[in-house]
């Protein structure tokens, strides 16, 4: 019967070569599988729908107004239609429904309007609404 120490030793001796052993295995592994993935990405389809479709206010850079823009998160193209700023104070645009035809590429943002104060020194707000539509295929 081998001894405490010879056992000791054995197991000392044989535990980094199964470890070794189980770090070949795991990058072996993990190479097989990122190879595997790494070849055919498939596209995922995300409709436009009004929960992958936002619209947003913004400051803009200068600070002197209000950038309303759009975040298209669906895997489709859409087209901005229209735009209405209501319930207007204090605002330079115009407060009225305009038509549009903004391209908004899948995954992007894409600014509609800068609205701006009519007097600088006076508080100013506004609200929008805005129309959209899935893009035509060209």
């Known amino acids: 019967m081998p001894s405490q120490f010879l056992r000791s030793y054995v197991w000392v001796q044989r535990q980094p070569v199964m470890r070794l052993a ?6 072996t592994l ?15 389809y995300v409709a436009p729908t009004s ?21 298209n998160h669906s895997s489709v193209p859409i087209i901005v239609t229209g735009l209405s700023l209501v319930n207007c104070e204090n605002i330079k645009n115009r407060c009225e429904a305009e038509r549009l035809h903004v391209r ?8 509609l309007v800068t609205v701006r104060p009519n007097n600088t020194s006076r508080p100013s ?7 959209w539509e899935p893009a035509k295929e060209q």
Do not use: M
Not at 22 to 27: N, W, Y
Not at 30 to 44: D, H, K, M, P, V
Not at 104 to 111: D, N, T
């Open 51 to 71: 929960e992958t479709i936002e619209a947003h206010t913004e400051i803009t850079l200068s600070g002197d107004g209000q950038e309303v823009y759009i975040l």
């Open 104 to 111: 908004v590429p899948p995954g992007q943002r894409v600014s």
């Open 125 to 131: 707000s506004f609200n929008y609404r805005y129309t």
């Open 22 to 27: 189980g770090t070949t295995v795991a990058l």
């Open 30 to 44: 993990a190479a097989t599988l990122s190879a595997a993935c790494a070849g055919g990405q498939t596209r995922i």
